[in-house]
Structure formats: C-alpha cells, structure tokens
C-alpha cells in the first residue's frame, strides 16, 4: 500500500505526471476493452470488410480523441489560443509544445488497440477471408461453384461452426494463413512505431533544444497559473461568503436590537481575516470584471516591486501597447499577493 | 483500504471532484449491473420487441433520475432558479451553467448503459429477431409467414428445441449482433466527437462569461455550504443556553431560600456572542425565512470601510 501511495502521490505531483498516469490507465483499458469484447465475425459477402475494418480502425479513432477530452490542457491550450494579446505576447512555439505533447499522450491507447487486434489476427481473418488465394491453398477446380458462390462460401470461413466449403479449402489452412499474415503486420506495426518514438527522442536534442526548454517551461508555467488562479478564486469565493454570511446574521440582530435597544454587536474576531483574504474585491460587478480582465488582459510577466505596482491598466482598452513586453530578464525578486 | 482512502481524499478535496467521482461510480455501477443481470428474451412473436427495447430503455432512464437525485448541485440550481429576487438579482448565465454541468454528467450512466448493451447484442437480437427478411437466409426461406415469424421470434433462444442446431439461427443471430455493434460503436464514435468538439472549441465563444458563471456557480455551492455550518454551530450554542437556561431555572427555584448570589461567568457574554443576538425560535425562523426570500447583496464593501 505505501508503494501505491508512493506512486499515487508522484503521478499528483504535476499535471504531466497526471497525463502520464492516466495514458497509461487508458492504454491497459484499451487492451483490458479488446479481451472484453465480444467479436463476432457477420459472415457475410460485404459484411465481413466492413466489420473486421471498422474494429480495427473506429476504435483506436475513439480511444485517440477520448485522450484528447480527458486531457484538461486541451482547454487550457484552446484558451491560450484564442484569448486576446492584451498586454501578454503569445508564443507559438509554447501552443506548438502543448499541442504536440497532448497529440503524443492521445497516440498511445490507439496503437495499443491496433497492435493487440493484429497480433490477436480475428480482424484481418474477418476482413479478408474472401481474398484468400484458392489456388494456393485450396482446391479451385472443384466444380459447382460460381464466383458468388465461392465467395458466399469464403466468407464463413472465421465462423466454423456454419463453415461448409471443406472441399473448397480447409478452414483450418485458411485461418492459419490469415492469422500469421496478420500477427507478421502486428509484429511489423509494432516495429515501426518504437522506431519512431526512438528517433523522435534521440533525435530531437539535436534541433531546437533551446527553443524547447523555453517551450516547455512557459507551458508548465501557464498551466501552474491557472491552476493558482483558480485556487485563489476558491479561496475569495470562501471568504466572500463568509463575510457575506457574517454581515446577514449581524444585519438580522441590529434590526432586532434596534427593538429592544441594545448597543449593536461587535464585528467577531475572525472577520478580519476574512477581510484581508477579499484582497479588495467586495462586490460582484468588481468580481465580474476583474474575470473579464483576467481573460481579455492578461497580466505581463513581469513581476514588479511592490511600491511600484499599479493598476493593471486594462480597463477599457481594446488594442495592445506599443511595446510588448517579452521577458527578455526576469527580476530576481519573487513578489506575491496570492 | 489506504488505497480506498487516498481517492476518497482525492475526490473530496472539491465538489466538482465529487461529483465527477459520483458520475464515475454510477458508470461502473451501471456496467456490473448490466453483467450481473439476466437477460432472458421471451421469444414469442410481439413480447420480444417490448422486452429488447425495454431492457435498453428503462434502466437508462432510471440510471439518469439517479444521476440527478444523487447531485447535490441540482437542489443549489433549483433553489438559485426559484427563489425570490430581493436584493440580488438572478443571473440567467449562471442557471444555464449549472444545468448544463448537472446534465452532462447525469448522462454518462445512461449512455453507458446504453452503449453495452448495443455491444453485447441480445437485447437487439431479442427486439429485431422478427423483422430481418426471411429470404436472405436459407433456413427461413420456403416456409409460410406466420411460420416464418414464430421462428425468427425464437432464434434469441438457443436452448429451444427448434433452433437447438440450427445454422440459419446462428447466421441470423451473427447478422443481427454485427449491427447491434456497428451501431454501438457509431453512437459512441459521434459522442466523443461532439465531446472533443464542445472541448476544442468552448474558448472562441464567450470565454469570459464562462469564467463568470463558473466562479459564481461555485460561491452559490461555498455559501449554501458555510451558511449550513453557520446555522448548525448556531443550533448548537441555541441548544446549550437553551439546555443551561433549564438547568439555571431549575436551580433558582432551589436557591430561593438561600442567600448565595448567582454567579456570572465570562462563558456566558461569549456565548451570548456566538448567538449573534439570535436566541428564540421566532427569531430563528424570521432569519431563516429572510434568508430564502431576500438573500443579502453581493456586497460586503461595508466591513471593509469600518
């Protein structure tokens, strides 16, 4: 259990690890799926094409846009896309990162399918149990079959049960020929796709690895800050509400005690840090914009000494400054206010 | 059990985990009660239809009132829609929010459901057994049509007597589970295209509305939450001066022949404090009402200016 905590904890650690976790969950989901599910060949003429290639193809399509959808830096990467300059330059080299490290994680429950679909061969006997060479393998001048016929008769091949064409060729011959070609393209399949993954990482230092550090830190940078932003939005809407809450109750006793004439009650101690936490925003339409503010305007990243900040200077203005400010250096100095 | 405890942990630490955490357990639910159920086709000629397409339906209805019952969020957006308008006023968006995020994920459990039991087959082969043309298949093909029909009706049942060997059975079962899961896979390819669709492209309309609504759908959410514990520790201080208000009356009547002043303690003034000028049942159920029918402004501006 404590190494399960271990690992549990290191996945949370951050996002990356997070997708991490949950690529591999859904790679041992797909293959777990594939055990599950029932194949059952239609044995018929056009069927079979249509069935053995749609479950070869449709579900790794499903499982690769399911990887998309549960990555939640897919609306994080929309958003980054789509928001306005405002006072923030946006690099295309950092949305380029972020969409090719989700595009990476997606790819591998659906090679995961594939792979295990062709080496398990039911597919591919299915999809191509008409085609099998007769000539070859079975007896082709055995009369009393047409073309129609023959291909009817192929076409059972993966159902054995209802198979009826043993004079034509032995079903098991034509299975054993269909599955061998297909565990040698899954085998193949398999091949190439680790090739792939070894050059494209043994490769890519060699390009652009500057530019990818770069890339790479502004990703998780912006995907830090919008988790804090949130967090602090939390933690104002708590605060919010408890002094809302506060001043309700206070509100009902002065109208009481105005009745009996009793001194209005003190403000408890504990609202005071309630207050603090508002960080100055006490009213929904300054709530509302400081929202709106957030998405059309974001802050530079520029951390000021805090005698010198002002305002953030968004409100009310639709085009960007002269100058963007791309953060050639940072300062030194760390300054929060969350 | 640590393992237990530790996604218990994870899913509580906000109420949108909870509730992806609940939607999450009625999809796993919804699957083991699918495996675990006994499908048993009646293979006469109209019963068939009835039970196929009912087994598909009613469970994913009921899966959905569930989904629904079981959300907290759906009692805060009844109430946020209902209550009067008072001093703060309703906004549109945020209902809107809140019903759309309620109703996504109540719909996870259903098309689950659905989508294994299209997977699996029988319930499609026991509902479409009567209506696949005789002539496509050998078995069925020179016999009379109401002879016809009883025998399609029977092919879900392997056991019986009929079909017990029958390969025209089997071809038509096989036919009809192929587009059982054609149509499975279908339902589920367009799903999550429309999923990653909503997701892609949910920021280039209205981004700042959505921040908007989001944010305050969750301080509705915090403030039902505190305004709970508000009342709870109330209710407590209530009952214990209540109680002590017993106890000190009980013992007045006693000391009425004695001489000892009664005794008052600081405990008293700081609970009284903690009472908040609130302490009868009238009082208690104005502010309760008060609560409901004008809830107070979003704006605490006064605390900070005193």
Known sequence: MDKFRMIFQFLQSNQESFMNGICGIMALASAQMYSAFDFNCPCLPHYNLAYGLGILLVPPFILFLLGFVLNNNVSMLAEEWRRPRGHRGKDPAVLRYMFCSMAQRAMIAPVVWVSVTLLDGKCITCAFCTSVPVETLGNISHPGFSQGEMKRVLARIPCKEIYDGQELIANEVAVRYLRCISQALGWCFVLLMTTLAFLVRSLRPCFTQAIFLKSRYWSHYIDIERKLFDETCAEHARSFARVCIQQFFEGMSTDLAAIRCHSPRKTPADAGEAVEKLLGITDQSTMNSALKSWHRCKPPLHLQHPALHSSNGCAGEEHPPAHSPVPRREMAAYYSRV | MDCFRMIFQYFQSN???????????????????????????????????????????????????????????????????????????????????????????????????????????????????????????????????????????????????LMRNNTSRKAVSRYLRCWSQALGWSILLILIIAAFLARWFRPCFDQVTLLQAHHWSNYIDIEQKIFEETCCEHSRQFAHKCILHFFESMREEIKLHSFRLPREGEGAEREEDLLRGIANQDQVNKLLKMWYYEKPPLNVSQVTHR
């Open chain 2, 15 to 161: 109420s949108e985990s909870v509730m992806n955490g609940i939607c999450g357990l009625l999809a796993l639910a919804s699957v083991k009660i699918y495996t675990c159920f006994d499908f048993s086709c009646p293979c006469l000629p109209w019963y068939n239809m009835a039970y196929g397409l009912g087994i598909m339906f009613i469970p994913s209805v009921i899966f959905l009132f569930c989904g629904l019952i079981l959300n907290r969020q759906s009692l805060v957006m009844l109430e946020e829609w209902s209550r009067p308008q008072g001093s703060r006023k309703k906004d549109p968006a945020v209902i809107r929010y809140m019903c759309s995020s309620i109703m996504q994920r109540a719909m996870v459990a259903p098309i689950v459901w659905i989508i294994v039991t299209l997977l699996d087959g029988k319930c499609l082969i026991c509902a479409f057994s009567g209506s696949v043309d005789p002539e496509k298949f050998v078995g069925f093909a020179n016999t009379t049509p109401v002879q016809v029909q009883q025998l399609l009706a029977k092919v879900p049942c392997k056991d019986d007597e």
